[in-house]
């Protein structure tokens, strides 16, 4: 099987703050934290610790009044124990919540401003507008809830937004998107410190699949779907990789085997060609981008590396059944 995830070598454990503030929506941390506790029985280990904080160290309420939110400490005073931070979302349901809920957390966004480099800064949904505030997505890339997609994109330009991604990792940033993103992003992060066959037994208990309804053809390149963590690393390659230059010895190359070794694995592991599942990598990143919007199809062509806006209108009708026309008809967001 292969082996090139970047798993973390044993050491001291991984200690990550879980960042409350006024009117955050707690939940994902508290499911997070459950996740890392069953990590750590599960390996026997602490792989990871984690330290519930506020900026200032004072209780704080939840959102949609919810109950008194205690920490365990201030961030100004722990931030050099860190290795990463985690912010929860937060409710926002229009441009005009957004700027009030940015003006309302400045001392959170002058804390993560002010924070060391060192300390990697994590978030998931309506939680990463307060990192893009506070300059440290600037010429990264990143990925947040669909429906802000305009708001962003205007807000903040200096960040390589990738909506149509559901994890992007940009070194010591890590974003996802959905109010459940947390989950594909420890997902992500527990497959670098644990073994695959204990990661998998705490998915299987812990880990529940993405609520919304998609088209079954993406159905195997659905990254919370993954069990395997070197198949995970191959799809968030293939996210980055545009269509054009999506070949099996790149992706071969990508995760240092040769081209026939990597197709048997594909085929045992998704039942699909390894040409195959790429290009649905692809297409499930078209079909994202379809369900938000208007967005032309020449444009998505264009941004995902397909060599042509038929090319692509070919595939993905093949793919699916359904042209993208009929496709952004039928599981459009919010409809």
Same mark, same amino acid.
């Given at each position: 099987?292969?082996?090139?995830?970047?798993?973390?070598?044993?050491?001291?454990?991984?200690?990550?703050? &879980?960042?409350?503030?006024?009117?955050?929506?707690?939940?994902?941390?508290?499911?997070?934290?459950d996740l890392l506790r069953a990590a750590n029985l599960r390996a026997g280990r602490e792989l990871m610790r984690w330290r519930w904080l506020t900026v200032d160290g004072r209780p704080v309420n939840g959102s949609q009044g919810g109950p008194t939110l205690t920490p365990e400490g201030a961030l100004v005073d722990s931030a050099d124990e860190l290795d990463a931070l985690l912010l929860p979302g937060l409710w926002v349901s229009s441009l005009e919540g957004l700027q009030q809920t940015l003006q309302a957390r400045r001392p959170e966004i002058a804390a993560?401003?002010?924070?060391?480099?060192?300390?990697?800064?994590?978030?998931?949904?309506?939680?990463?507008?307060? &990192?893009?505030?506070?300059?440290? &997505?600037?010429?990264?890339?990143?990925?947040?809830?669909?429906?802000?997609?305009?708001? *962003?994109?205007? #807000?903040?330009?200096?960040?390589?937004?990738?909506? $149509?991604?559901?994890?992007?990792? @940009? $070194?010591?940033?890590?974003?996802?998107?959905?109010?459940?993103?947390?989950?594909?992003?420890?997902? $992500?992060?527990?497959? /670098?410190?644990?073994?695959?066959?204990?990661?998998?037994?705490?998915?299987?208990?812990?880990?529940?699949?993405?609520?919304?309804?998609?088209?079954?053809?993406?159905?195997?390149? @659905?990254?919370?779907?993954?069990?395997?963590?070197? #198949?995970?690393? *191959? #799809?968030?390659?293939?996210?980055?990789?545009?269509?054009?230059?999506?070949?099996?010895?790149?992706?071969?190359?990508?995760?240092?085997?040769?081209?026939?070794?990597?197709? /048997?694995?594909?085929?045992?592991?998704?039942?699909?060609?390894?040409?195959?599942? &790429?290009?649905?990598?692809? #297409?499930?990143?078209?079909?994202?981008?379809?369900?938000?919007?208007?967005?032309?199809?020449?444009?998505?062509?264009? $941004?995902?590396?397909? @060599?042509?806006?038929?090319?692509?209108?070919?595939?993905?009708?093949?793919?699916?059944?359904?042209?993208?026309?009929?496709?952004?008809?039928?599981?459009?967001?919010?409809?």
């Amino acid at each position: 099987m292969p082996s090139s995830i970047r798993r973390t070598a044993a050491g001291p454990p991984f200690t990550l703050g &879980l960042l409350l503030f006024e009117g955050c929506m707690p939940a994902g941390l508290f499911a997070v934290a459950d996740l890392l506790r069953a990590a750590n029985l599960r390996a026997g280990r602490e792989l990871m610790r984690w330290r519930w904080l506020t900026v200032d160290g004072r209780p704080v309420n939840g959102s949609q009044g919810g109950p008194t939110l205690t920490p365990e400490g201030a961030l100004v005073d722990s931030a050099d124990e860190l290795d990463a931070l985690l912010l929860p979302g937060l409710w926002v349901s229009s441009l005009e919540g957004l700027q009030q809920t940015l003006q309302a957390r400045r001392p959170e966004i002058a804390a993560l401003r002010a924070l060391p480099t060192r300390c990697a800064l994590w978030s998931y949904c309506a939680g990463v507008p307060l &990192l893009a505030a506070s300059g440290r &997505l600037n010429g990264r890339a990143a990925t947040a809830t669909w429906w802000l997609a305009p708001q *962003l994109q205007a #807000l903040f330009p200096q960040v390589a937004w990738q909506f $149509d991604e559901a994890l992007v990792d @940009s $070194d010591s940033t890590v974003t996802a998107a959905g109010a459940n993103g947390y989950l594909a992003l420890m997902l $992500d992060q527990l497959a /670098r410190r644990m073994e695959s066959e204990s990661l998998r037994e705490v998915q299987e208990v812990l880990m529940l699949p993405q609520p919304r309804q998609r088209h079954s053809a993406f159905a195997a390149v @659905s990254l919370m779907a993954l069990r395997e963590p070197w #198949l995970r690393e *191959l #799809l968030l390659w293939a996210q980055r990789t545009p269509a054009m230059a999506l070949t099996v010895p790149a992706a071969a190359a990508a995760l240092s085997l040769s081209p026939r070794t990597l197709s /048997r694995h594909v085929q045992a592991a998704t039942g699909l060609p390894a040409a195959s599942w &790429l290009r649905r990598v692809k #297409l499930r990143q078209v079909a994202e981008r379809l369900s938000r919007g208007p967005e032309p199809l020449k444009r998505l062509a264009e $941004d995902l590396g397909f @060599s042509t806006e038929a090319a692509l209108h070919r595939m993905f009708k093949q793919t699916t059944g359904l042209t993208p026309q009929g496709y952004r008809g039928q599981y459009r967001q919010g409809a």
